[in-house]
């Protein structure tokens, strides 16, 4: 008798050690990620650069795509925290609050934790994210009206709570600047760089129109720089890129060759790695880096092109392996895989030199990678953001 | 003790013998729902009564012809994953960045009437996904749940494997399907891959379905390589009137 109680002892814990195996295998927060009750106070404080994994939108068809914020510390070790997909979703720092979002979820961390938004209105296209007068804002070009027309959301808050307001364009270009949202929309016969104020209420004033959209193509985000705006457009009919230069106050604008690409090829390979972080104005030059790492500079003064500076360790054969660029100051930042030591690292760049000054690992994204495989996904490095 | 194991053991076989059973008298119409579960049983039952009526078939002929399709779609998914991770093998990408999981592509610019193709992780039933170039630059796509989109084609980003590839038809033609699919933009998404063929061009609709109805109202062509039920991603791609342009 007592043999059997035994028995029924051991089956009893061979039971409920695989129920728990089952629950900690299907569960939401999966085991070294990050959850509201895991978030340490100190999170915040110690990150030091974000990075945003996804899925594409294609791959959610079951709700089930995911995406990954990564906090890296100053000493190259990650945080992750997973969310639901976000196809060209954005990550932002501002003051003591790092901004994060899903399709349907806005993520808050602060000293006092991790705070979570629930969006009833869902996006599955990230455009641009800013912030203003306490306030994030984060643009999604991923709206529609019942009649079939596009509308672009708004997602506007902070730890109050967040509410979507509309923008009843598509959006070509977008940029923000100044406190202000710039955007190029319209239909294709009559395209315009248009703009409005972060604030609730929409307001949108057109700055100057930019005739049919042809086959031009925005490569970066819209940029403002003493009075006025500057446009990296390219045109794949002729495989050309030029800088449109719009006078804010006439509306007046120029339009300057910046580059040209050898074939369709070419084109291809040098799609920046982020159109949101290709480019900056910094000291009265324009910087541009490509998807081949070549650095790219404008003299908007003079308006001539400079020589440009290649970034090392992006290679022709294999770009597009999670590469990512953001723009601080006189400092590029690049995050990039490097094959030699089969490992990420963070590259900083001074603009003005051309040097290379500084070379952070990065460690902790396998595990990432384990995860997204065992979903049977594939994730993009979508945005990058140094504080 | 013999009889507390006799007695578990009874149990499980029990339990195993009922549930192979029960998985026996699964009905085609019932994996059907679960492989595409955004559409009915009644739903579907209606539509395959009218295709008893329009094809002459029998309507268990005409869910098992539903069923060995999307069961087409697995294995040919299946197959496509094998042959991916032995050229990642061959190249050396499956060891580094995370592998199979660590890559996606922007699949830039093609040819206005072009589409793409990408192998797309997608869980019940693996039908990859297609997306149209309006444009040059624009692509536009039925993507769940949203609908009919348009996306810059400097932005789109897809998996290791997909191709792009123009079809053999008219310009007119070509400038005519891709105006109706744009104006498309806004109509919702549908799930019902199994017998797209058969319903409306307007609408809801996935994305296969809206290339399909593209060239089919605009042309006359018919990208379903198998003329089954449904039209699938793999469907279009491997259409006699398409053809290869790049791999990504």
């Known amino acids: ?387 | 003790m013999k009889k507390v194991v006799a007695m578990v053991l009874t149990g499980f076989l029990v339990g195993s013998a009922q549930f192979s059973v029960q998985a026996s008298n699964v009905s085609y119409a019932d994996q059907i729902v679960s492989m595409q579960p955004g559409v009915s049983a009644e739903e579907l039952a209606k539509q395959v009564d009218e295709l008893t009526v329009s094809t002459g078939m029998s309507e268990t002929e005409i869910y098992e012809a539903m069923y060995n399709e999307m069961e087409k779609q697995n294995q040919m998914a299946e197959e496509e994953a094998k042959q991916l991770a032995e050229e990642n093998a061959i190249s050396g990408d499956a060891d580094i960045q995370g592998g199979d999981s660590g890559a996606l592509y922007i699949v830039g610019p093609s040819a206005r009437g072009d589409f793409y193709y990408t192998p797309s992780a997608t869980a019940y039933i693996n039908h990859g996904h297609v997306g149209l170039y309006y444009s040059s630059n624009v692509i536009v796509e039925s993507i769940y749940p949203s609908g009919v989109r348009s996306i810059s084609a400097n932005v789109r980003k897809v998996d290791k494997g997909a191709v792009v590839k123009s079809i053999s038809t008219s310009s007119t033609n070509k400038q005519n399907a891709t105006s109706w699919a744009y104006g498309e933009i806004g109509q919702p998404y549908s799930l019902n891959f199994a017998n797209n063929r058969n319903t409306g061009h307007g609408g809801a609709k996935n994305c296969s379905k809206l290339i399909w109805s593209a060239f089919k109202l605009n042309g006359n062509l018919d990208l379903d390589v198998d003329k089954g039920f449904g039209v699938y991603p793999r469907d279009v791609r491997d259409a006699t009137q398409t053809v290869f342009k790049r791999k990504i």
Do not use: C
């Open chain 1, 1 to 387: 008798m007592k043999k059997n109680w035994i028995w029924i002892g051991v089956i009893a814990i061979v039971a409920i050690v695989f129920i728990s195996y089952l629950f900690l295998n299907n569960r939401q927060t999966p085991a070294g990620t990050l959850s509201k009750e895991t978030v340490s106070p100190d999170l915040e404080q110690k990150t030091e650069a974000i990075l945003y994994f996804s899925t594409t939108a294609d791959q959610d068809m079951n709700r089930d795509g995911l995406s990954f914020a990564v906090f890296i510390d100053s000493a190259g070790k990650t945080d992750l925290l997973k969310m639901n997909g976000l196809e060209l979703g954005s990550v932002y720092a501002s003051g003591d609050t790092l901004f994060m979002e899903d399709r349907n979820n806005i993520f808050l961390i602060n000293p006092d934790g991790m705070e979570t938004f629930d969006m009833e209105t869902e996006e599955h296209t990230g455009e641009v994210t800013g912030f203003q007068d306490g306030h994030f804002y984060s643009v999604n070009n991923s709206g529609f009206t019942e009649d079939g027309g596009y509308q672009s959301n708004i997602r506007v808050g902070n730890e109050d709570g967040f509410e979507t307001i509309h923008v009843p364009y598509y959006l070509h270009m977008s940029g923000i600047a100044d406190g202000e949202l710039f955007m190029v929309t319209g239909e294709t016969e009559d395209i315009s760089l248009q703009r409005m104020p972060l604030e609730k209420e929409v307001d949108i004033e057109k700055i100057a129109s930019l005739g049919a959209l042809g086959e031009r193509l925005g490569l970066s985000t819209i940029m403002k720089s003493d009075g006025k705006f500057y446009l990296l457009m390219s045109d794949t009919e002729k495989l050309t890129a030029a800088i449109y230069e719009v006078d804010e106050q006439t509306g007046d604008s120029k339009t300057v060759p910046f580059l040209t690409y050898s074939d369709a090829d070419d084109y291809r390979l040098r799609i920046p790695f982020n159109l949101r972080n290709a480019s900056a104005i910094h000291d009265g030059i324009l910087y541009y880096v490509d998807g081949l790492g070549e650095v790219h500079r404008f003299n908007t003064k003079t308006r001539e092109a400079e020589p440009s500076f290649q970034i090392e360790g992006i290679e022709e054969s294999s770009p597009y392996m999670a590469e990512q660029t953001f723009f601080k100051k006189g400092d590029l930042y690049v995050f990039r895989y490097d094959a030699a030591s089969d490992s990420h690292v963070i590259d900083t760049y001074d603009l003005a030199s051309a040097k290379r000054i500084d070379e952070q690992p990065v460690s902790g994204l396998e595990e990432m990678y384990q995860l997204v495989k065992k979903k049977g996904k594939r994730v993009a490095a979508y945005d990058f953001f140094v504080r």
